[in-house]
């Protein structure tokens, strides 16, 4: 499986938990670190850890574990699945970090034929 069809699961298991302001970074000429950053908001720590566990379930079911999972129950979860790092954030923690901003040489992945709608 290659890094897109795991970013475009990831998308689609953040899509339906109800992540909001779901952002995908292609990041494949920046950096060796992944190919892919997912970046989602949650509500509150029950909505991070549902979004996370979702991520890894769907993408588990696709044969696919993380490498490292970095802040479970706290406001900001990264799991890194080497090609694919998703950072799913309480909004006030992505409005301080700004990943988006810390990567906008990356490319702005279009994503909506994975969202619900």
């Not at 302001?21 to 991070?48: K, M, P, Q």
């Not at 406001?75 to 006030?92: A, Q």
């Not at 970090?97 to 040489?105: A, K």
Request: charge should be negative; aromatic fraction near 8%; hydrophobic fraction near 40%.
């Amino acid at each position: 499986m290659n890094a897109k069809e795991l970013m475009e699961i990831a998308v689609k298991a953040i899509d339906s938990k109800k992540g909001e302001d779901i952002e995908v970074i292609g990041i494949t000429d920046l950096t060796i670190l992944a190919d892919y950053f997912v970046i989602a908001t949650a509500n509150n720590s029950t909505h991070v850890s549902a979004l996370a566990d979702e991520v890894e379930f769907k993408l588990g079911e696709a044969g696919v574990k993380p490498h490292h999972i970095e802040g479970e129950k706290t406001p900001w979860v990264c799991l890194d699945f080497n090609s694919v790092v998703v950072h799913i954030f309480y909004k006030e923690q992505r409005q301080f970090y700004q990943l988006e901003r810390l990567w906008e040489d990356g490319q702005k992945i279009d994503i909506t034929n994975c969202l619900e709608g």
